[in-house]
C-alpha cells in the first residue's frame, strides 16, 4: 500500500520541504506559494511553470504520487530543495521524516468549510470508493461519518492536534497556518512561509513588489481562470477544475444547517479542549 511504502522507505533530507494537509484545506493554494516561492530566482512570475501547469504537478504528493507508483521510488532526482506534499497525519509520518531536519508546512481549514468542499469534489469527480456502483453517500449520512472522525487520513481532529502540538513543540520545523487566515492577509503569509523555509524575501525582491506579485499569481481567481486548470487531469483522473471551486470563507452556510453547526461546536469543544488551537 502507498502509505505504508512510504512510512517505510521514505528516506527524508534536511533541505526538504514538505506540505501537509487534510484534504481539501487549500493544498493546491500552498503548492503554488511554496513552488513560487522556491523557484522565484528561476522563474519570474510572468514566466512561472505554474502559468502551464497545474500545482499537483509542480509539487507531487508523497503517497499519491511517488508511492502510489513505486514501492520505492528514487527520489534522488528530485530538484532540491525537494518539495513534497502529503495528508498523513503527524503521527503517521515516517521517522526518518520526523528525526530530519527538513521543515513541515501545515494548512487548515474550518472543518466545516474543508467538509462542505470535500463533498462537492468527490462528487465532481464521482470518487466514493467505499460505495461500488456510483452509489453516493447523502449528504446527512456523510455528515454523521464526519462527526464521527470516520475520514480519509483519519478524525481531523486528531489531524490538526498533530501538527499543531508539533508546531508547538518544534516551531522551527514545523508551521501552523490556517486557510482563513492566508485569505485575510496572503501577503503576510507569503512572508512569513519564505522566512520559514529559510529564503526570506530580500528587501529589494519587496521593493519590487514580488511578494504581492507571487500572491496574485497564486490567487483563486487567476489559477481558476488557467486555461490548463479549466480543463486537464491529475493523478489519473482528478479534473483540475474540481480544484477550484469558489474559495470561500465559510461557504458551509449555504449547505449546513444551524443543527449541524452547533453539532461541530460541540465536536471541537470537546475535541480541541485542553489544547491552544481556536479554529
Ligand atoms: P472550495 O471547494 O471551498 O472552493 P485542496 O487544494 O486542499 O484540495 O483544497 C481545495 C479548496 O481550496 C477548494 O475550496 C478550492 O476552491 C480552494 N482553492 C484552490 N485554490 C485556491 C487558491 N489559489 N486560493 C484560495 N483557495 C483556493
Redesign the pocket.
Given at each position: 500500500h502507498p502509505l505504508l511504502c512510504f512510512q517505510r522507505n521514505f528516506k527524508a533530507l534536511d533541505t526538504d520541504v514538505l506540505l501537509a494537509?487534510v484534504?481539501?484545506?487549500?493544498?493546491?493554494?500552498l503548492k503554488?506559494l511554496l513552488f513560487s516561492i522556491v523557484n522565484r530566482v528561476r522563474f519570474s512570475v510572468d514566466q512561472s511553470p505554474l502559468l502551464a501547469t497545474n500545482p499537483h504537478r509542480l509539487v507531487f504528493s508523497l503517497e499519491c504520487f511517488y508511492y502510489a507508483k513505486h514501492d520505492n521510488p528514487d527520489l534522488g532526482n528530485v530538484a532540491q530543495p525537494r518539495l513534497f506534499s502529503t495528508h498523513l497525519p503527524h503521527q503517521a509520518l515516517p521517522s526518518s521524516l520526523i528525526e530530519s531536519n527538513c521543515k513541515i508546512l501545515y494548512v487548515c481549514r474550518n472543518p466545516l468549510?474543508q467538509f462542505?468542499?470535500e463533498r462537492?469534489?468527490l462528487l465532481k469527480n464521482r470518487l466514493w470508493p467505499d460505495k461500488p456502483y456510483g452509489e453516493v453517500l447523502s449528504f446527512d449520512e456523510a455528515f454523521d461519518m464526519f462527526c464521527d472522525g470516520v475520514q480519509a487520513f483519519g478524525p481531523f481532529w486528531d489531524h490538526l492536534l498533530g501538527y499543531w502540538n508539533a508546531s508547538l513543540e518544534n516551531p522551527d520545523r514545523v508551521l501552523f497556518l490556517k486557510?482563513e487566515d492566508m485569505?485575510r492577509d496572503p501577503l503576510l503569509k507569503v512572508k512569513k512561509i519564505a522566512e520559514f523555509i529559510g529564503l526570506p524575501f530580500t528587501e529589494e525582491e519587496e521593493k519590487a513588489g514580488l511578494v504581492g506579485d507571487i500572491s496574485r499569481l497564486?490567487?483563486?481567481k487567476k489559477?481558476?481562470d488557467l486555461e490548463i486548470n479549466k480543463n486537464g487531469v491529475h493523478y489519473g483522473s482528478v479534473k483540475n477544475n474540481s480544484?477550484?471551486?469558489?474559495?470561500?470563507i465559510g461557504?458551509w452556510q449555504n449547505y449546513l444547517t444551524p443543527a449541524m453547526a452547533e453539532q461541530m461546536k460541540t465536536i471541537l469543544e470537546a475535541k480541541l479542549s485542553g489544547s491552544s488551537l481556536i479554529l
Open positions: 494537509s484534504p481539501k484545506s487549500g493544498t493546491t493554494w503554488a468549510d462542505v468542499s462537492q469534489f486557510y485569505k497564486c490567487s483563486f489559477l481558476k480544484l477550484f471551486r469558489k474559495g470561500d461557504d
